[in-house]
């Protein structure tokens, strides 16, 4: 371990310790966004309803994790009750939910708004908004009157504003500054009814943990026949299982991934920053030359010409003679041998050998034999070591 990654290892682990403590001494903020997830325990989650539901029920509660469309598509099912709890719904589920209640079937739906052709359906127009900061929701029927829930944190203060005659109020939201307004309906449609309450927050952790609350959930869910109850779940049930997801979930496990990728992309940096790159292999050239030679050396014993190969040796040699030794090479006489021993330094048996084979090769018509040509090959080679 060189003493560069040591100082970055010390510095990492530094980091990481200061982090641990601003962890450890930050408080805890409240997640106070309207989420309705079953599965957050945040104010305005849905958790503790998701766990009391089998009760408020009767134990008669199925939740359906797909979209009613998908879950009515080829089931025929007697008359039953349908819970929608602020889910996104699909118009074409719409449709079936609808087509369900004119079977006989009763809808409850608790959002906060529905689609506008829905709302026209049921007999309602548009809704409402107040802003103040805190109002009671009280049902209209007497048996109910001591039913009702104080909502002191962040209502939605919405109310239906335009309802047909055939519609029923079945609860209002009352406030100390404005006139009460409907948020509860009954709408008879077909053979069954629809109930739609605009408030969803009675629901949630926040207004459910507090005494006395939970009765005026009951008091809502009471209209609806005692049979079985779906309760379509879809857009908030279905989870990613992935290992990401849960560490995204966890803050604590959040921070230690993103200091971990931090940590990791400053490791990548440097330790690349000092990394020499490859060198790349060159392989040398090649001597095609030599390669040449021998193909046409191949060529000539494939032939069998040997003739023409003393001659071009010949031609070679005496080439050579004239450029290296500068002797003329015009007349291969007496003086001609006698200056190329001078020169060479070898001896004169060897040098006359040498020039009654050239001769040989350059009388085209001689008769050359393998043994000539390999004799004045190593004769000429030999003379101009």
Partial sequence: MNKTFKIYAVIFIIIMVILALF???KKEVTDWRKNFDVNQKSPFGLFVFNKEAKDL??????KIDVAPYDYYTDKNKKPHNIL????????????K????????????????????????????????????????LKLTDKKYQNDFIKLDKFPSGRGFSYI????????????ENNEDQANFIKAPFGK????????PLFLTNYYLLQSGNVKYAQSVFSYLSDRETLW??????????SLLRFILSNPALKYAWWVFLGGLVLFIF????????????????KNTSADFVKSIGNLYLQEGDFHDMMAKKAQYFLNKVRLDLLIDTQNLDEEFAKRLQLKTGKSAEMVNEAIVLIKKAQDPYASVMKEDLARINSLLDEILK
């Fill in 164 to 175: 047909k005659p055939n519609v029923q109020i079945l609860g209002k939201t009352v406030e």
């Fill in 84 to 95: 929608i709890l602020e889910s996104e719904i699909d118009p074409e589920s719409w449709n």
């Fill in 232 to 241: 379509f779940v879809e857009s908030n049930t279905k989870e990613s299982s």
């Fill in 192 to 199: 069954g009814k629809i109930y739609v309450h605009c408030e």
């Fill in 270 to 285: 440097f330790n690349v920053k000092r990394k020499q790159r490859i060198v790349p292999i060159i392989e040398p050239l």
């Fill in 97 to 136: 939910i609808l087509d369900e209640v004119s079977k006989g079937s009763d809808a409850m739906i608790i959002a906060n708004r529905l689609p506008k052709n829905i709302s026209d359906t049921i007999g309602f127009y548009g809704s409402k908004i107040s802003y103040e900061n805190e109002n009671v």
């Fill in 23 to 25: 962890e450890v001494n």
């Fill in 57 to 62: 029920f009767k134990n008669n509660l199925t």
